[in-house]
């Protein structure tokens, strides 16, 4: 999960509290979150909703306000739809995630890891909705979705190391510039990415100033 910008007036189309997923309010999504779920990191989502952060069950204000509407893929929308999750996720737009939580890649376990950086309640519940998503056990109608997004990740990530590794053997300014794009906020995974370099600052210091 990583900081995003809202940008306003909210789309016309809430005024009318009749639908909150007409074309120009997914439109003003996608471009939010960079095309990609927000809690996932996954990119082009070919399955995106519009997610409400506080649950909205039988609350028309909080189903229509533009602040509470999020971009996410349908598997995360269903998990974040389950119990624990109906409040208290961190709000990308409010606060800057990766100050709270830490996303780890585990390639050899083939898991991802979320560690909250501090003891608030909003920490600790995105943490665990994020290793959720991802490591979801293997049973159950929802297998392929958990399986696909960990192989999207684990591709990503293969792609990353080998940009890092050929920068070792030669540092040149077109390889720092491949690095730099696959740590924006817009590339997929961003967060997994970004924590890497500041766990390993000490081999990588040049690119502390793209994960700042
Ligand atoms: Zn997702």
Not at 89 to 99: G, I, K
Request: charged share 30%; aromatic share 10%.
């Amino acid at each position: 999960m990583i900081k995003c910008e809202r940008t306003y007036p909210a789309p016309e189309s809430l005024a009318k509290r009749q639908a909150y997923n007409e074309a120009d309010v997914i439109s003003r999504l996608k471009a939010i979150f960079y095309d990609k779920c927000y809690i996932c990191g996954l990119k082009g989502l070919q399955d995106g909703v519009v997610e409400h952060l506080v649950s909205h069950k039988g609350n028309d204000d909080l189903k229509y306000d533009w602040n509470n509407l999020f971009w996410s893929c349908h598997h995360c929308n269903q998990w974040k739809n389950k119990r624990g999750f109906e409040t208290d996720v961190l709000d990308c737009c409010h606060q800057n995630p990766e100050q709270h939580i830490m996303c780890i890649y585990d390639p050899r376990g083939n898991r991802v890891i979320v560690k909250p950086r501090d003891t608030e309640q909003s920490s600790v519940i995105t943490a665990r909705l994020i290793a959720n998503v991802f490591n979801e056990p293997n049973t159950g109608i929802r297998i392929n979705a958990s399986s696909q997004r960990m192989q999207d990740l684990r591709r990503e990530w293969n792609v990353f190391l080998k940009l890092l590794a050929d920068y070792r053997k030669e540092k040149s300014a077109h390889r720092k510039r491949l690095i730099r794009a696959r740590l924006s906020r817009t590339s997929a995974f961003a967060a997994f990415k970004r924590d890497y370099i500041r766990e390993h600052q000490s081999e990588y210091k040049e690119f502390l100033e793209f994960v700042s």
